[in-house]
Structures are given as structure tokens and as C-alpha cells.
């Protein structure tokens, strides 16, 4: 009887030709872990051989030999990575697998080439709010087990601190073209390593939390390079840090950001029932999270009809922004730009185009010099709805500054507006300002080409 085609394992190949290692050496240094560990083991270089043609190692050894690549090659190495499968077994790590699946998500989304595949997974609306605690009552000890190279403090958190914020301000200024892989290369290259490091138990929460944040960043930044089945994977991995780290700040911001993505996608009833769960975990909030909520909890309620609760959050949003002070977190903020934009959508929603466009100007007026992006959106926005009013030349005008703006950045969402720009312009072809405007987005084309 033929015997069972195997697919020959290329990526674990792949990664001892990177480490210069031989089989026997790869042999050795499992069984001297798997000793370490308090597992005896007698693997021979023609066992690697084994693996190399398409045969896993038991369960239990299969995190062995990722430690042992990890060892060869000085960087953290993934099960998927080393081509093998996730044990499935209660004796598995929840804490390694946790920090390899970001490990995982990251590579993916750093690299142009793998990307579509982390986007290739299915976004669901049907997806249930999890709920917070759910995840801290199954978290391993933060304390990393066994034999480890590096031990962290609270400088290295504070570093993930200071790089998320400057991450974030690279997306205000030139999109999440140029910021998303550099936030992915930072998790895979510099966190990942950090969360599997020894570390005091306070420490290793606090880093659990500011990788959550970053996580949520990335997050919030492949929803707006229109990403979504990749956004979800990381809203979701943010949530799972954010709840083992009993960070409810971050956990609240990114049920939030869910809400966005699910209203961003017209399924308003299901953005609406993120948004409440963010507001009803924000147990001890600040004004300027509690006006953050409340603006995402008016835009969903507007989509579902409600508009007495839309004005009620929309006050209530207001009310605390003005107690807040004049701090304006760098992830996750929220100031008067933000509420006058909620403002317009609630508008929009309820069919006044003329308040929705005057909410938008308003917006735009105070909005921060650094928020290129933002402008970008914004204006694109603008343009749309003073056309759907029957105003050509003032949506021109709109679309002109919409150009200034997405010439200097990188995003795909405003490669969508840009698309959209050029369809709506053709049925005007006619018209001066139109002629001009196409006249200088051929022009923009050729840069971006």
C-alpha cells in the first residue's frame, strides 16, 4: 500500500539555511531544551530529517524546537513560521501562543507580500462583544518560565509608550501607508521579544498593556487602509492584551474602534451594541474617554434612527469634552475636530446635508495642523456631500484642498476617495472648475503612479 503524501516542510528548511545550522546541531539543542524543561529527548539529525519531509514532531516537542530555531537564529520564531501546528493539548502556553499569534499578525502585515493574506480572512458582523475579565481569569502567570536571555523593567515599557505615540503621530502627518508597517516591524521586532522576557509581574502586565495599545493602533490602521478582515484580527488580539492586563482604558478604546469599523461598514445596529459595551466598561473614565464613547455611541445611534439617543450622546459628549484638559492623547483621542465631525454624521444620518456640511467645515477649521490624514477624509467627505447638495463649484473647491492634502500622504482610503473623486467629476465633465480639477488630478496620478 502507497504510503501518505507529505507536503515537505520548506519553511523550517528556509530557517536553518538562515541559521547555518545542520540537523544534528538543530537535534542537539532540542534535546538539550527539552532537558532544561524537564523533558528527556533523543532526537538525531535523521529525526529533523523526518520533519524537513512533512512530519510534525509530537505535540509536546513542537514548542522545543521553535525555542531551539529561536536559540539558532537570535529572534523570536513562530510555530506557523517554523511550518509547524499549534499544540492543541491543555500543556501548551497560553502566554506563548498569545505573544507568537501577534508575532504572526505582524510579520504579516509588515510585509507587502504577505499582507493579503492576513487580509484574506473573512470580517464578520455577527461577531459577539466578548466581555472584560473573561480573558485576565485564563492568563498564565506573567512571569516568563525557564531559561530566558533577557530580562526587562520598566524602561522598555516606556519605550513601547514613546514609539506607539510617535507611530501615531506618523499617521496624523503622512498615513497609514508609511506608519502601519512600521508599527508591525516594531511587535514582531522589539515587543514580541520583550513580552517573552523575564519580567517582575507588574512589569510583565504593563507591558502586556502598552503592546495592547499598539496593537489597537495597528488595528485602527488597517480599518483605514480598508483592511477590515485584518483590522478584526487585530481589534481582537488588542482586546485579549488589554483584558489580561486589566487595562480597561485601551480594552474600552478598542471595543470602540470595533464599533467604528462595524458603523464604517453600515452595520449600524451591531456598531451601536460596541459601542454601549466600550461606554458600559469605561467603569472609572475620564472626560475626554467618556466624550470619546459618547460621540462613537451618537454616530451609531443616528444609524439605526434613533435620534433621540444620537442628540442625547451627542450633549453628553460635549458636556465632557469641556471638562476635560487641554491633553490630547496621541492614540485614541478625542476634541472638539472629533465631536463637530460625529456632529456632521449624525446629520448626515438624518438627512439635513446643510448642517452636515457646516458641522464638517466647522471641523475642519479647528482641526490640528499635524492631521494630514484626517484632512484627507475630511475633505473628501465635504466634497461628496456639497455635490449630493447640488453645490459644484464649492465641492471643486473642497476637492482642490482634498488634493493638497493626499499628495503628501500614503493611504488607501484616500486612494478611495480619490477613485471616487474621478467618477463623480465625469458626469460634470463640462464644467470650468471640473476641467481644472481633473487637469490637476491626472497630475497627482502621475506622482502617486
Given at each position: 500500500?502507497?504510503?501518505?503524501?507529505?507536503?515537505?516542510?520548506?519553511?523550517?528548511?528556509?530557517?536553518?539555511?538562515?541559521?547555518?545550522?545542520?540537523?544534528?546541531?538543530?537535534?542537539?539543542?532540542?534535546?538539550?531544551?527539552?532537558?532544561?524543561?524537564?523533558?528527556?529527548?533523543?532526537?538525531?539529525?535523521?529525526?529533523?530529517?523526518?520533519?524537513?519531509?512533512?512530519?510534525?514532531?509530537?505535540?509536546?516537542?513542537?514548542?522545543?524546537?521553535?525555542?531551539?530555531?529561536?536559540?539558532?537564529?537570535?529572534?523570536?520564531?513562530?510555530?506557523?513560521?517554523?511550518?509547524?501546528?499549534?499544540?492543541?493539548?491543555?500543556?501548551?502556553?497560553?502566554?506563548?501562543?498569545?505573544?507568537?499569534?501577534?508575532?504572526?499578525?505582524?510579520?504579516?502585515?509588515?510585509?507587502?507580500?504577505?499582507?493579503?493574506?492576513?487580509?484574506?480572512?473573512?470580517?464578520?458582523?455577527?461577531?459577539?462583544?466578548?466581555?472584560?475579565?473573561?480573558?485576565?481569569?485564563?492568563?498564565?502567570?506573567?512571569?516568563?518560565?525557564?531559561?530566558?536571555?533577557?530580562?526587562?523593567?520598566?524602561?522598555?515599557?516606556?519605550?513601547?509608550?514613546?514609539?506607539?505615540?510617535?507611530?501615531?503621530?506618523?499617521?496624523?502627518?503622512?498615513?497609514?501607508?508609511?506608519?502601519?508597517?512600521?508599527?508591525?516591524?516594531?511587535?514582531?521586532?522589539?515587543?514580541?521579544?520583550?513580552?517573552?522576557?523575564?519580567?517582575?509581574?507588574?512589569?510583565?502586565?504593563?507591558?502586556?498593556?502598552?503592546?495592547?495599545?499598539l496593537t489597537y493602533l495597528t488595528g485602527w490602521m488597517a480599518m483605514y487602509e480598508k483592511d477590515h478582515a485584518a483590522a478584526q484580527r487585530w481589534y481582537l488580539k488588542?482586546?485579549?492584551?488589554?483584558?489580561?492586563?486589566?487595562?480597561?482604558?485601551?480594552?474600552?478604546?478598542?471595543?470602540?474602534?470595533?464599533?467604528?469599523?462595524?458603523?464604517?461598514?453600515?452595520?449600524?445596529?451591531?456598531?451601536?451594541?460596541?459601542?454601549?459595551?466600550?461606554?458600559?466598561?469605561?467603569?472609572?473614565?475620564?472626560?475626554?474617554?467618556?466624550?470619546?464613547?459618547?460621540?462613537?455611541?451618537?454616530?451609531?445611534?443616528?444609524?439605526?434612527?434613533?435620534?433621540?439617543?444620537?442628540?442625547?450622546?451627542?450633549?453628553?459628549?460635549?458636556?465632557?469634552?469641556?471638562?476635560?484638559?487641554?491633553?490630547?492623547?496621541?492614540?485614541?483621542?478625542?476634541?472638539?475636530?472629533?465631536?463637530?465631525?460625529?456632529?456632521?454624521?449624525?446629520?448626515?444620518?438624518?438627512?439635513?446635508?446643510?448642517?452636515?456640511?457646516?458641522?464638517?467645515?466647522?471641523?475642519?477649521?479647528?482641526?490640528?495642523?499635524?492631521?494630514?490624514?484626517?484632512?484627507?477624509?475630511?475633505?473628501?467627505?465635504?466634497?461628496?456631500?456639497?455635490?449630493?447638495?447640488?453645490?459644484?463649484?464649492?465641492?471643486?473647491?473642497?476637492?482642490?484642498?482634498?488634493?493638497?492634502?493626499?499628495?503628501?500622504?500614503?493611504?488607501?482610503?484616500?486612494?478611495?476617495?480619490?477613485?471616487?473623486?474621478?467618477?463623480?467629476?465625469?458626469?460634470?465633465?463640462?464644467?470650468?472648475?471640473?476641467?481644472?480639477?481633473?487637469?490637476?488630478?491626472?497630475?497627482?496620478?502621475?506622482?502617486?503612479?
Open positions: 500500500m502507497a504510503g501518505t503524501t507529505r507536503t515537505p516542510n520548506t519553511r523550517l528548511a528556509n530557517l536553518l539555511d538562515q541559521g547555518q545550522c545542520q540537523r544534528e546541531e538543530l537535534a542537539r539543542a532540542v534535546n538539550r531544551i527539552g532537558a532544561l524543561a524537564g523533558t528527556p529527548l533523543t532526537y538525531s539529525g535523521q529525526s529533523v530529517s523526518m520533519w524537513l519531509r512533512g512530519h510534525q514532531p509530537k505535540q509536546q516537542v513542537r514548542a522545543i524546537v521553535v525555542a531551539a530555531l529561536s536559540e539558532k537564529l537570535g529572534r523570536p520564531i513562530t510555530h506557523e513560521e517554523a511550518g509547524l501546528t499549534l499544540p492543541t493539548s491543555a500543556d501548551s502556553s497560553q502566554r506563548l501562543d498569545a505573544v507568537e499569534e501577534l508575532i504572526d499578525l505582524g510579520r504579516a502585515d509588515m510585509d507587502p507580500s504577505r499582507r493579503g493574506v492576513l487580509a484574506a480572512g473573512v470580517f464578520t458582523a455577527a461577531l459577539a462583544v466578548p466581555v472584560f475579565g473573561a480573558a485576565a481569569a485564563h492568563a498564565s502567570d506573567p512571569v516568563a518560565p525557564g531559561k530566558a536571555t533577557t530580562r526587562i523593567g520598566g524602561s522598555q515599557v516606556a519605550s513601547v509608550r514613546r514609539t506607539t505615540v510617535r507611530i501615531a503621530d506618523i499617521l496624523d502627518e503622512d498615513g497609514a501607508g508609511h506608519a502601519r508597517p512600521m508599527a508591525a516591524a516594531f511587535l514582531v521586532n522589539t515587543v514580541g521579544p520583550w513580552m517573552k522576557a523575564q519580567a517582575s509581574g507588574p512589569v510583565a502586565a504593563d507591558m502586556k498593556a502598552a503592546a495592547s495599545d488588542a482586546l485579549s492584551l488589554a483584558d489580561e492586563a486589566g487595562d480597561h482604558v485601551t480594552y474600552c478604546r478598542t471595543l470602540r474602534g470595533m464599533s467604528l469599523q462595524m458603523t464604517s461598514l453600515r452595520h449600524g445596529r451591531k456598531g451601536l451594541e460596541f459601542a454601549d459595551s466600550a461606554a458600559e466598561a469605561a467603569r472609572q473614565a475620564g472626560p475626554r474617554l467618556v466624550a470619546f464613547l459618547r460621540g462613537q455611541q451618537a454616530h451609531a445611534a443616528s444609524m439605526v434612527k434613533d435620534r433621540r439617543q444620537a442628540h442625547t450622546r451627542l450633549s453628553e459628549a460635549e458636556a465632557a469634552l469641556s471638562k476635560a484638559d487641554n491633553r490630547r492623547d496621541a492614540v485614541g483621542g478625542y476634541d472638539r475636530t472629533a465631536w463637530l465631525f460625529h456632529l456632521s454624521h449624525v446629520l448626515y444620518e438624518e438627512r439635513d446635508l446643510p448642517g452636515s456640511i457646516k458641522a464638517l467645515q466647522d471641523s475642519i477649521k479647528v482641526q490640528p495642523a499635524q492631521e494630514r490624514q484626517g484632512r484627507v477624509h475630511s475633505y473628501a467627505l465635504l466634497a461628496q456631500r456639497q455635490l449630493a447638495h447640488g453645490h459644484l463649484d464649492a465641492a471643486c473647491t473642497s476637492w482642490n484642498r482634498f488634493l493638497d492634502e493626499y499628495e503628501l500622504v500614503s493611504s488607501a482610503r484616500g486612494d478611495e476617495h480619490f477613485g471616487t473623486m474621478r467618477r463623480e467629476m465625469r458626469a460634470h465633465a463640462g464644467a470650468r472648475p471640473v476641467k481644472e480639477l481633473a487637469c490637476r488630478a491626472r497630475e497627482v496620478a502621475a506622482v502617486k503612479a
